[in-house]
């Protein structure tokens, strides 16, 4: 990945200028490349990232699993599409192995998520099956640790 990219993907905040220095680039250069990639589609967004639990502790994020019976010429892509539509859905992968497409999802509650999955995920065409399981702490988001102490500590050495 560019040397540009994976600075931009660890801190979006850095300055033009800054970037530029560290890349030994000029700032021209570096502006021109950030707008290319905002144009082709590669920088999709900025966003920060969110220590949720001491925002609203009570917040669910939920990750579900589930099978697809795939389309005639569209495989999967249509219904992950659709799935990606509902508001309350953060991310959806083309996955391999068990399942075929992950979704997660946020909820003020555990009926809040129970209710999509049963109202509006699985009551979809070509949706198999579900299975949902509950984010129950978040150590490491984006690159970005949460919450974690870095001590580094030696274990007692006994005789």
Known sequence: MDALLQLLQRDDRTSPSELARQLNL?????????RQWESDGIILGYHAVIDRERIDPDLVTAVIEV????????????????????????????????????VMVNGQSLRDVANFVTNKLSTMDGIQSCTTRFRLKTYKENGILHGVEEKCERLAVAP
Do not use: H, W
Request: hydrophobic share 35%; net charge negative.
């Open 26 to 34: 000029s700032e021209k250069e570096v502006m021109t490349k950030i």
């Open 67 to 102: 099978k697809v019976t795939p389309e005639r010429q569209g495989g999967f892509d249509r219904t992950a599409q659709r799935i990606a539509r509902f508001e309350e859905v953060e991310n959806v992968y083309l996955m391999s192995g068990g399942y075929d497409v992950l």
